[in-house]
């Protein structure tokens, strides 16, 4: 079974910075793509950002040149940092996973239970 273990959410002032960690664990999985998605009151849950176990990125529109998202391989765990951040940012960060138990080919999605991110003065 997989498990993805979120920290770093928080209280932050407008400009502050916050970073966010996730750590998946599941006995002989491999994890392609891994990222983060945010979810505000009364609207859908969307991407932030994603990598891919090559180091590829995807970040969307609104956070550019303000997160950053890496990835250490050997210990499944995805990070989010966050800069300059804005009262809009604020939302449930939740962890996504895409991976596969080794030996097969049909990859599935895994989420962590969200970490809340709250951008207040």
């Known amino acids: 079974q997989v498990q993805l273990v979120e920290s770093g959410g928080g209280l932050v002032q407008p400009g502050g910075s916050l970073k966010l960690s996730c750590a998946a664990s599941?006995?002989?999985?491999?994890?392609?793509?891994m990222g983060w998605y945010c979810q505000a009151p009364g609207k859908q849950r969307e991407l932030v950002a994603s990598?891919?176990?090559?180091?590829?990125?995807i970040y969307a529109d609104s956070v550019k040149g303000r997160f950053t998202i890496s990835r250490d391989n050997a210990k499944n765990t995805v990070y989010l940092q966050m800069n300059s951040l804005k009262t809009e940012d604020t939302a449930v960060y939740y962890c996504?996973?895409?991976?596969?138990?080794?030996?097969?080919?049909?990859?599935?999605?895994?989420w962590g239970q969200g970490t809340q991110v709250t951008v207040s003065s």
């Open positions: 996504n996973a895409r991976g596969r138990r080794l030996g097969t080919r049909v990859e599935y999605d895994y």
């Open positions: 599941g006995r002989s999985f491999s994890f392609n793509a």
């Open positions: 990598i891919t176990s090559g180091g590829i990125t």
